[in-house]
C-alpha cells in the first residue's frame, strides 16, 4: 500500500485548513477549491472517495464529536423543528427533486431519479457546523441546523437504499418502503439506547485516561458497525449514544475530559479538512464518465438540480415554520412568532457533502436483469455539480446574507454576565463545603494552605466577573485578559529553569516531564483560550 498519497492529502489539506483560519473564508470552501483545482495539476494521484472507507470508517467520528459538542436539552427544546427537517424535509427533497429531475432529463427512469434524489436530500452535517460556528448565526438556528445535520443522513441513507433497490429490479412498494424505514430507524435508536447505558458505566469505571481514551475513539465505529450488522442506522446509534455521553460527560474524571477534548479536536479536523478537500478531487473522475453528454446539456442539468434543491427547501421550510402555529393554540402560546428572516437563513444553510458524494459512489454498477445502472454517471456528476455548488454559492453567501439581515447574534455580555452568576454561586457552595471540611480534624491543614485554597475559589469567583469590568487604556485588556497573560509569563519562565536544569543534568527528562506536566495543568486552568 502506497501511504504517500495519503500523506499528501492530510498535510496539504490541513495546511489549506488553517490558512483558511486567517480568511474570512470558511475552510470547507476554500478546501473544495484548492481540491478543484489541483486535481488536474500533472503528477499529482487520483483520489476516488471510496464509499465503503467514508461511511463506515469517516462518517461515525465526524457525527460522533458534532453530537458530543451539541447540547441534549436544546435539541430536545427544538425537536419538532429538528425532526420536520431531517426526516420530513430529507423525504420531501427526495420525492420533489427526483420527480421533476425524471421530467427534465429525458428517459430518466422514476427509480434512478429517486436515487438522485435521496442522495442530494440531506445538507451536511460538517457543512452546517463549520459555517454555522464560523459566520455567529442565532443560538437557535444553530441547534436546528446541527440537530438537523445530525439525523438527515440516516433518512436518506434509508430512502437510496429504497430506491435502488427499485432501480436494479428489487420489490420495492410504498409498504416495504415504510418498513424498510422504521426498521432502519427503530433499530438505529435501539442500538443507541442499548449501548450508551454500558459504555458510560466504562467511561466512569476506567481509571486510565489512556483506557478511557482509546475506548472513546472506539465508540462511534462500534455503535455505527453493530447497528448495520443488525440492519439498522448506524447513523442514528452513534447520534444516541454520543449525545448521552456527552450530556453526562461532567461524571467523567477531569484528566480523561482534557485529553478527550485534545484528541477530539484534532480527529475532527483532520478528518473534516480532508474530507472536503476529496471532494475538489473527485472532478477529473466525475467529468471523464460523461462521454455520451456534450457541455451544454449537463450543464444545463446541473443548474435544473441544483436550483431544484435550493428551491425545494425554502417550499419545505416556510411551511414547517408557520403550519404548527396555524394548528395548534399551544404552539402560538408557546413560542414566539417567527419572522422571516429566521426561516430564510434556515432554508439557505442548506450545503451538501461528503455523504452525498460518498452514497453517490456507492451506486451498483449494474441492475438484476443485466446491463448498467441507468444514467449512474450523469447522477454522480450531477451530485457532485449539486455538492460543489451549494458550498461555493450558498456558503460564500451565507455570512453576507447574516449581515444583511441583521439578524441578533448572540449576547457574549449577557452570557459573560450568566457564566459570573453560575460561578458565584458555584464558588458559595465550595466555600461552604471548605469551612465544613476544615472543620474536621481529619482534614487539619496549616492555615497558609487553608487560605490558598479559599484564594484559589474566590479567584475563580472574581474571574468572570472581571471580563465585566473595566479596560486597561494601556493595553485594551480586562483585569482578566492582564492576570492570565502574566501567569502564562511567570509559568514560561518556571518552564525555561526546568529545562536549564535538564541540560546541566541536574535532572533527568523523565523528572523535567512530570514538572511541565504540573505547569500546563496551572497554564490551563490560568488561561482559557477563547475560541
Known amino acids: 500500500m502506497d501511504v504517500l498519497p495519503l500523506l499528501l492529502l492530510v498535510a496539504g489539506s ?92 429525458p428517459d430518466l427512469p422514476l427509480a434512478a431519479a429517486l436515487v438522485l434524489g435521496a442522495v442530494v436530500a440531506p445538507p451536511d452535517a460538517v457543512a452546517a457546523t463549520a459555517v454555522a460556528r464560523r459566520v455567529g448565526l442565532p443560538s437557535r438556528i444553530t441547534t436546528i441546523l446541527q440537530g438537523e445535520s445530525l439525523v438527515n443522513d440516516a433518512t436518506a441513507i434509508t430512502a437510496y437504499r429504497v430506491a435502488v433497490a427499485a432501480a436494479v429490479g428489487e420489490s420495492a412498494g410504498p409498504l416495504h418502503a415504510g418498513a424498510e424505514f422504521l426498521v432502519a430507524s427503530l433499530g438505529g435508536v435501539a442500538v443507541g439506547l442499548v449501548l450508551m447505558v454500558p459504555l458510560h458505566w466504562l467511561r466512569t469505571h476506567l481509571r486510565e485516561p489512556l483506557l478511557q481514551n482509546t475506548l472513546s475513539l472506539l465508540i462511534p465505529f462500534a455503535a455505527y458497525a453493530l447497528a448495520e450488522y443488525a440492519h439498522a442506522s448506524g447513523v442514528l446509534a452513534v447520534v444516541v449514544v454520543a449525545l448521552y455521553l456527552g450530556h453526562h460527560s461532567w461524571q467523567v474524571d477531569f484528566a480523561t475530559r482534557l485529553q478527550e477534548d485534545a484528541v477530539w479536536k484534532m480527529v475532527a479536523f483532520v478528518l473534516e ?93 449494474g441492475v438484476h436483469e443485466g446491463g448498467s445502472f441507468p444514467y449512474r454517471n450523469l447522477i454522480l456528476f450531477l451530485t457532485f455539480t449539486t455538492v460543489i455548488g451549494t458550498l461555493v454559492v450558498q456558503g460564500l453567501t451565507l455570512p453576507a446574507l447574516i449581515r444583511l439581515l441583521r439578524l441578533p ?42 487560605d490558598r485554597l479559599r484564594a484559589v475559589l474566590e479567584r475563580r469567583r472574581n474571574a468572570v466577573w472581571e471580563r465585566l469590568g473595566t479596560v486597561n ?59
Do not use: C
Request: charged share 20%.
Open 473 to 531: 487604556p494601556e493595553t485594551g485588556e480586562s483585569v482578566d485578559d492582564t492576570y492570565r497573560r502574566l501567569a502564562r509569563t511567570v509559568i514560561a519562565s518556571e518552564r525555561e529553569v526546568f529545562v536549564a536544569l535538564r541540560d546541566q543534568r541536574h535532572i533527568d527528562d523523565e523528572m523535567l516531564r512530570d514538572l511541565l506536566r504540573r505547569l500546563d495543568l496551572e497554564e490551563a486552568a490560568a488561561y482559557r483560550e477563547d475560541e
Open 273 to 365: 479538512s480532508a474530507v472536503f478537500a476529496l471532494i475538489g478531487l473527485q472532478l477529473p473522475l466525475v467529468v471523464g464518465g460523461l462521454g455520451e453528454y456534450h457541455a451544454g446539456q449537463v450543464l444545463w442539468y446541473a443548474l435544473a438540480v441544483f436550483l431544484l434543491v435550493v428551491a425545494t427547501r425554502f417550499v419545505w421550510t416556510y411551511p414547517a415554520v408557520h403550519l404548527p402555529r396555524l394548528l395548534s393554540r399551544r404552539v402560538r402560546a408557546r413560542e414566539p412568532d417567527p419572522t422571516w428572516k429566521g426561516p430564510f437563513v434556515v432554508a439557505w444553510a442548506g450545503m451538501r457533502g461528503v455523504v452525498s458524494l460518498a452514497v453517490a459512489f456507492s451506486i451498483p454498477h
Open 14 to 105: 490541513t495546511a489549506v485548513a488553517g490558512a483558511a483560519r486567517r480568511t474570512p473564508v470558511p475552510a470547507p470552501l476554500l478546501l473544495v477549491t484548492a481540491g478543484l483545482l489541483v486535481s488536474y495539476v500533472p503528477g499529482v494521484p487520483h483520489y476516488t472517495l471510496d464509499p465503503e472507507i467514508v461511511l463506515p470508517m469517516v462518517l461515525p467520528p465526524l457525527l460522533y464529536t458534532a453530537a458530543m459538542d451539541s447540547s441534549y436539552l436544546d435539541l430536545r427544546a427544538q425537536v419538532r423543528s429538528v425532526a420536520l427537517l431531517s426526516v420530513g424535509y430529507t423525504l420531501f427533497a427526495t420525492l420533489a427533486v427526483g420527480w421533476a429531475v425524471h421530467l427534465v432529463v
Open 409 to 450: 447574534g448572540r449576547d457574549a455580555r449577557a452570557e459573560t454576565l450568566l457564566e459570573a452568576q453560575a460561578q458565584n454561586a458555584a464558588s458559595e457552595a465550595a466555600e461552604h463545603r471548605l469551612d465544613a471540611l476544615l472543620t474536621d480534624p481529619r482534614n487539619a491543614l496549616p492555615e497558609p494552605l487553608a
